[in-house]
């Protein structure tokens, strides 16, 4: 396989998912949420890629914070 291929199978596979869970919240395609994104990244010259590294960074966050646990005693 090409080296392309290989990165890209290597971010589709183990991306910080952003743009589902954005998609899932909002109740649509997660492929709308990806244009958009490639969208705002070219028209404002890198705002759109800063914004997603900034969501996939506080998304990480938030799960960190609220994890589910299932007894007091998982502290």
Request: glycine share 6%; proline share 0%; charged share 20%.
């Amino acid at each position: 396989m090409n080296i392309f291929y290989k990165l890209l199978y290597y971010f589709q596979k183990r991306g910080f998912e952003v743009c589902r869970r954005i998609a899932e919240r909002l109740g649509i395609r997660a492929r709308v949420v990806r244009t958009s994104f490639i969208y705002l990244t070219f028209v404002t010259l890198g705002f759109g890629f800063a914004l997603y590294l900034f969501l996939a960074f506080w998304l990480g966050i938030k799960d960190l914070m609220y994890t589910k646990r299932t007894s007091v005693f998982d502290l």
